[in-house]
């Protein structure tokens, strides 16, 4: 590669002069919304709060695979060294 390969290839959109317009823009804003409508911000908190948990519920458990309802280990995988299938305290008297 060499540095014309370099040079024509596009900036990023947010390094490009239409992306740092939008970020001014955004910048802007959001300065006005915060310092114009700060009580209609600060009223709205509680709402936003008591709509995260709904939303984390359901977004946050699709990582505990509640599909499965087996509590041991899974059919798939050998169990631990030491540990027979038929003794859960894992004594191998």
Known sequence: MNDLDLR???P??????LGLGWLA???VAGW???TEHR???FGALPWLVL???PLMHVFMH???H???HGHGPSADRAPAAGRSTSDPSGDSR
């Open 51 to 53: 709509l995260a948990c």
């Open 8 to 10: 024509d290839t596009p």
């Open 66 to 68: 509640h599909g499965r």
């Open 25 to 27: 823009l955004a910048a």
């Open 62 to 64: 699709g990582r505990h």
């Open 39 to 41: 009580a209609h911000l």
């Open 12 to 17: 990023p959109f947010w390094r490009s002069r």
């Open 32 to 34: 006005f919304l915060l």
